[in-house]
């Protein structure tokens, strides 16, 4: 992908099919279901790409064993069809992962086994693996960090893991080979409106602050938490569509957690499930469900959210560390469909809505990353009708999700030496990955390079302010960019770190 290519298409191309507004999860996929149609796709992100919830959540690709409790029957089915797609479009990404359930009476293992069983019923396949039913002694052998007293046993079954900011980079990559304008730092200003009808947009350049106006046959809203806002866009006094609820994870040393399962508590006091899960040498602990008033693109972990984890763990586990050790906190905001309102937000569906204005702004709210696939497909479709574009089936269902080729990229990243170590002991980022995100992915910050190129800032936020000054150096000779630049991307850095350390 290559930003200066893509600022060239935008400006130069006179009508888009469909323009995109939205770079997280649901408006890539769009942008790819989209242009793989042959549709003429363009897509901008006011910020970098998974930028927001996005990148924040608990990185699992799964049906949503709690939805199942809830009677949410359909989301379950929908979700597990598409875990199964997700596993064999793109095995480099997304993986299975053994999940227990500890169980601290017969009752429990009786009734947890009989959900985790209807939930492998839903799947209609065996890609994630099967059930099973674990004694005491097994469920210790497995997890012996849990706590032995009042622990009954266990039910064991199988989900699949990814990184999420890792998947919406490969998306944007994917529609990129298929010829969408997949761009990142512009921003949707203004929605050009002819008629009554929504016909485009008028974006700006973060970057540059440049505006220019691009013109589209059909609009698609995706942008996750900010949906209401681009809908006001169109009409001010809209009624608002979504309710925020903020999610907390904390980020512990791997030897919390040995062996490969990942642990999921059944009940939470505000009613959700908590995952302990191990994730690229660490362990991922979340997550939280507090209702928040207003989206924020980096929201901050509130003190009290970090101890409802901690507090949780310790009814499950032997030893807990106490806030020391926690590696990185961060947060994320899920924008969730507000269908009912006096329900607590971890009561809310996580269903998709997807409504067209009188204008037809298409406008795509709620869901989650599992089904981002089909949330795609079913938007275009809309989409589709309302640009009256010709009618082009789906191809994305069984289209594999490439992975990165750095044959592209000189010599010099491929030899080794010191581009292919750490840049940090405690970090897999190294001077080659850092190249290979500006040049092949669009990374234009130091942010973008530790906090979703590499996952270096929510995996050891301290080791990451360590490594910011050598990640800087190399990006400003990528980009051209002078001292004063590599400064200011240290201090922005410096100050948007601190906020995943935990005192």
């Known amino acids: 992908m290559d930003r200066q290519q893509a600022l060239a298409a935008l400006t130069g191309r006179t009508t888009w099919d469909l323009l995109i507004i939205g770079g997280g999860a649901t408006g890539l996929g769009c942008a790819l279901d989209a242009a793989s149609r042959g549709y003429r796709t363009a897509l901008i992100e006011q910020s970098d790409f998974a930028k927001g919830t996005s990148s924040r959540s608990t990185k699992l690709i799964h049906g949503g064993l709690r939805y199942l409790e809830q009677g949410n029957w359909r989301l379950v089915r929908d979700a597990l069809r598409e875990r199964r797609r997700l596993l064999i479009n793109a095995p480099h990404l997304v993986r299975p992962r053994?999940?227990?359930?500890?169980?601290?009476?017969?009752?429990?293992?009786?009734?947890?086994?009989?959900?985790?069983?209807?939930?492998?019923?839903?799947?209609?396949?065996?890609?994630?693996?099967?059930?099973?039913?674990?004694?005491?002694?097994?469920?210790?052998?497995?997890?012996?960090?849990?706590?032995?007293?009042?622990?009954?046993?266990?039910?064991?079954?199988?989900?699949?893991?990814?990184?999420?900011?890792?998947?919406?980079?490969?998306?944007?990559?994917?529609?990129?080979?298929?010829?969408?304008?997949?761009?990142?730092?512009?921003?949707?200003?203004?929605?050009?409106?002819?008629?009554?009808?929504?016909?485009?947009?008028?974006?700006?350049?973060?970057?540059?602050?440049?505006?220019?106006?691009?013109?589209?046959?059909?609009?698609?809203?995706?942008?996750?938490?900010?949906?209401?806002?681009?809908?006001?866009?169109?009409?001010?006094?809209?009624?608002?569509?979504?309710?925020?609820?903020?999610?907390?994870?904390?980020?512990?040393?791997?030897?919390?957690?040995?062996?490969?399962?990942?642990v999921l508590i059944p009940r939470t006091r505000d009613g959700r499930v908590l995952f302990v899960i191990p994730w690229l040498g660490s362990v991922l602990v979340g997550t939280t469900d507090e209702p928040t008033d207003r989206p924020e693109l980096e929201p901050r972990p509130a003190?009290?959210?970090?101890?409802?984890?901690?507090?949780?763990?310790?009814?499950?586990?032997?030893?807990?560390?106490?806030?020391s050790a926690i590696r990185s906190a961060f947060a994320g905001i899920r924008p969730l469909f507000r269908s009912?309102?006096?329900?607590?937000?971890?009561?809310?569906?996580?269903?998709?809505?997807?409504?067209?204005?009188?204008?037809?702004?298409?406008?795509?709210?709620?869901?989650?990353?599992?089904?981002?696939?089909?949330?795609?497909?079913?938007?275009?479709?809309?989409?589709?009708?309302?640009?009256?574009?010709?009618?082009?089936?789906?191809?994305?269902?069984?289209?594999?999700?490439?992975?990165?080729?750095?044959?592209?990229?000189?010599?010099?990243?491929?030899?080794?030496?010191?581009?292919?170590?750490?840049?940090?002991?405690?970090?897999?980022?190294?001077?080659?990955d850092v190249a290979w995100a500006a040049r092949c992915e669009m990374a234009r910050t130091v942010e973008d390079i530790l906090s979703r190129r590499t996952r270096s800032l929510i995996l050891d936020a301290r080791a990451a302010m360590e490594a910011a000054p050598e990640v800087a150096a190399v990006l400003a000779d990528e980009l051209g960019r002078d001292a004063s630049w590599r400064d200011a991307q240290l201090d922005a850095f410096r100050e948007l770190a601190a906020g995943y350390l935990v005192d």
Not at 179 to 206: K, P, S
Not at 303 to 323: K, T
Not at 370 to 376: E, I
């Open 303 to 323: 003190s009290a959210e970090i101890d409802f984890l901690l507090d949780h763990m310790r009814l499950y586990f032997q030893e807990v560390p106490d806030r």
């Open 340 to 432: 009912a309102s006096g329900l607590a937000t971890s009561r809310l569906a996580r269903d998709h809505h997807i409504e067209v204005s009188s204008g037809g702004l298409v406008t795509i709210i709620g869901g989650k990353w599992t089904t981002y696939r089909q949330m795609a497909e079913e938007t275009i479709d809309r989409a589709a009708r309302v640009g009256d574009l010709p009618p082009i089936p789906c191809r994305t269902r069984a289209m594999p999700i490439p992975d990165r080729d750095r044959s592209v990229v000189d010599s010099r990243i491929t030899e080794g030496g010191a581009w292919a170590r750490p840049i940090h002991d405690r970090l897999a980022c190294t001077r080659a």
């Open 98 to 262: 053994t999940f227990l359930i500890p169980c601290r009476s017969l009752w429990e293992r009786a009734y947890y086994g009989t959900g985790v069983l209807a939930y492998d019923g839903l799947a209609r396949d065996r890609a994630a693996g099967g059930t099973r039913v674990l004694g005491r002694d097994a469920t210790l052998q497995r997890v012996p960090s849990l706590r032995a007293r009042d622990l009954r046993g266990s039910v064991v079954y199988h989900d699949a893991q990814f990184d999420d900011a890792r998947l919406a980079v490969r998306l944007a990559a994917a529609a990129w080979e298929q010829r969408a304008a997949v761009v990142n730092y512009v921003r949707a200003e203004r929605l050009l409106i002819e008629g009554g009808t929504v016909r485009g947009a008028v974006a700006r350049d973060v970057e540059t602050d440049r505006e220019w106006t691009i013109r589209a046959k059909a609009v698609v809203n995706a942008s996750g938490i900010f949906a209401d806002r681009v809908r006001s866009l169109e009409s001010p006094s809209a009624p608002g569509r979504l309710a925020y609820s903020q999610g907390t994870h904390i980020v512990l040393d791997a030897a919390f957690l040995p062996g490969e399962s990942a």
